[in-house]
């Protein structure tokens, strides 16, 4: 199976920062990657696909790149409502998906 | 708008069945595969399994850690999908998600708790 590590598990940011989530797949997976953000009692939103397509309706602070094995995902300007955990998740063997382990971003 | 609600969690024993329902509204539900997830406390987010619609045979894939012990089926006449949880462990214990197809995951339920303990 797939493995993606995320990192760092967590990270302490103030408002105005710029923040950067990586993710790293245990094999090439092409562009099928997607970021979620999740937030404590909801379920996960879905924010970025196929590794840089923003989704609609997501703030255009948000932005992910990369290909292959080695994916990103930045906040421009990390905002009060951005304080949450980001999972990626491939679906390059779909239907069985993998996440990473989370980024959860707290207030410095 | 899509709608997915997620129903039938609760506590059970360790070795019992529950049943999850997943009523789903504002599409055409017999077009589309549906996905199961779910989150145990405080971790991240596990694929469980996946049924895909009948156009495509409506077979389903499990992840391994459910494969044998979980069924998933659906009833397209009444847009629902179930998730059969039998020989449950305290390891599933977790917040079950399901979702429209399964590979961009752009809807999703609210959740369901199930509690597996003695």
């Known amino acids: 199976a797939i493995q993606l590590t995320q990192s760092p598990s967590s990270l302490s940011a103030s408002v105005g920062d710029r923040v950067t989530i990586t993710c790293r797949a245990s094999?090439?997976?092409?562009?099928?990657l997607a970021w979620y953000q999740q937030k404590p009692g909801k379920a996960p939103k879905l924010l970025i696909y196929?590794?840089?397509s923003l989704e609609s309706g997501v703030p255009s602070r948000f932005s992910g790149s990369g290909s292959g094995t080695d994916f990103t995902l930045t906040i421009s300007s990390l905002q009060p409502e951005d304080f949450a955990t980001y999972y990626c998740q491939q679906f390059n063997s779909y239907p069985l998906l993998t996440f990473g382990g989370g980024t959860k971003v707290e207030i410095k | 708008e899509v709608q997915l609600v997620e129903s039938g969690g609760g506590l059970v024993q360790p070795g019992r069945s529950l049943r999850l329902s997943c009523t789903a509204s504002g599409f055409t539900f017999g077009d589309y595969a549906m996905s199961w997830f779910r989150q145990a406390p405080g971790k991240g987010l596990e694929w469980v399994g996946f049924?895909?619609?009948?156009?495509?045979?409506?077979?389903?894939e499990y992840a391994a850690s459910v494969k044998g012990r979980f069924t998933i089926s659906r009833d397209d006449s009444k847009s629902i999908a179930y998730l059969q949880m039998n020989s449950l462990k305290t390891e599933d214990t977790a917040v079950y998600y399901c979702t429209r197809d399964g590979g961009i995951l752009r809807d999703w339920g609210q959740g369901t708790l199930v509690t597996v303990s003695s």
């Open positions: 049924i895909r619609s009948k156009a495509y045979g409506g077979t389903t």
């Open positions: 196929d590794a840089s």
């Open positions: 094999q090439g997976i092409s562009s099928a």
